[in-house]
């Protein structure tokens, strides 16, 4: 006598094996804690000291210094 199913057993057990499958794969997130005080009251970049990054070109772009008078007065945005 072969054995029936329900078609809402087979979904129910379907859905619970995928639940317990992704429950199983997932990981906890990573915390590091900064050796330093934030005083900025901000939230702090911490990063894996031995992870790689990416290469970056930074542009090699003269920087012209601006008075502080002329900062203040907003004149050099005006030029």
């Known amino acids: 006598m072969a054995y029936a199913r329900s078609p809402i057993a087979v979904k129910a057990l379907m859905a619970v094996s995928a639940v317990f499958a ?4 997932s990981q906890e997130p990573t915390e590091y804690k900064a050796d330093v005080k934030d005083e900025s009251g901000g939230q702090m970049i911490v990063q894996d000291a031995d992870a790689t990054g990416v290469p970056v070109d930074l542009p090699d772009t003269p920087m012209t210094p601006v008075p502080p008078s002329e900062a203040a007065n907003g004149t050099a945005a005006d030029q």
């Open 22 to 25: 992704i429950a199983a794969c």
